[in-house]
């Protein structure tokens, strides 16, 4: 993505400000033969600033025609709760949504490209925990999140290559944190069975060990691989981290996308594979997302497509095993997760 500075203006002449309430649930209908048992899917939509929860049984989604096809959707823009964020300056390209299961409570992490980070309760939209990262700043770029069970969240931000970890479980407004660095941090993940935070950078998947107390955390580097080469001469420029759902506890693996494919990380023998079903179509260049059903097999991917909005731009979600898509009438995607709470 471009610098926030070079597009602050531009969006905000686009348009794409307008405020809008922060949750909204509708019924859904229709049907377009998607496998038994698939999910709904879980965008970050760009073009509008919102996320989206959407119809899996729908492979074309047109929410201006029929908003039927949205499950849920979520805006801070124009909330109470969210106002001492500047969502009117943070809540700049949506880059990243994943749902958590906390104490029985189902939340959607997400962060801004301009600094907006939060943990949003779903339903209700009601804030767990939120910050701003410099907002309008090109310094940090918060471009994913992750809840420890403790209820502290790390954010990984890219610009400012680091890893930070809130002291979440202290309240909403929350500040304190601690920080390591890494090179072009752009996706994290809590891995319980090892306990430990898995962060995925330009260069290199590091994991780090979590110390201190809730209200003081540390954090602590104990181990990194380099990723596999891609161009030659060119970072390999690491994207998104995300567990293998079909392969959970100390078996289980990390998808990794980086510039040039798709990956599965096997902590256990410490390498890179593409061994997984399907690897053939689901690997390719740019891959901003991915993720797997456990109940259907099918995989997710999103990847720019020329002639939109902006270059990391889609309205198409690829599904893998077997090959179908869904599309969005004039989206701007950026990620898309089976919405799976974990």
């Known amino acids: 993505m471009p610098s926030r500075r070079a597009v602050v203006l531009g969006a905000a002449g686009a348009g794409i400000a307008a405020a809008l309430p922060a949750t909204r649930a509708y019924a859904t209908g229709g049907d377009a033969g998607a496998l038994p048992g698939t999910p709904p899917v879980l ?199 995300f567990p293998v759902a079909g392969r959970r506890g100390r078996q289980g693996r990390l998808w990794v996308t980086t510039n040039a494919a798709v990956f599965q990380y096997e902590p256990k023998g410490r390498v890179f594979v593409q061994d997984f079903a399907g690897a053939a179509e689901i690997s390719r260049k740019s891959v901003k997302a991915v993720g797997d059903d456990p109940r259907t097999g099918q995989v997710l991917t999103t990847v720019p497509e020329p002639g939109l909005g902006e270059t990391w731009w889609t309205t198409t979600v690829s599904v893998h095993r077997p090959e179908s898509a869904y599309k969005l009438v004039d989206g701007g995607i950026y990620k898309a997760r089976w919405w799976l709470p974990v």
């Open 43 to 241: 965008l970050t939509e760009q073009a509008t600033r919102r996320l989206l929860v959407l119809d899996p049984r729908r492979r074309v989604w047109d929410p201006e025609a029929d908003p039927s096809v949205i499950r849920w959707a979520f805006s801070p823009v124009g909330d109470p709760r969210y106002e001492d964020l500047l969502p009117d300056v943070s809540w700049v390209y949506p880059c990243e949504a994943k749902v958590r299961l906390h104490r029985r409570r189902t939340y959607v992490l997400t962060t801004a490209s301009f600094g907006f980070v939060a943990v949003v309760e779903h339903p209700t939209g009601r804030r767990y925990w939120g910050t701003a990262i410099g907002p309008g700043d090109d310094l940090f770029n918060p471009h994913s999140a992750e809840i420890l069970p403790d209820g502290n969240v790390a954010v990984a931000c890219s610009t400012g290559a680091r890893v930070r970890l809130y002291a979440a479980s202290q309240g909403p407004r929350a500040r304190r944190f601690a920080e390591a660095e890494l090179k072009g941090a752009h996706a994290l993940h809590w891995d319980g069975a090892r306990q430990v935070l898995w962060a995925l950078g330009d260069d290199e998947l590091v994991t780090y060990a979590v110390g201190g107390t809730a209200a003081r955390p540390t954090l602590e580097r104990t181990y990194a691989i380099g990723l596999p080469v891609g161009t030659p001469g060119k970072t390999p420029g690491g994207h998104d981290l």
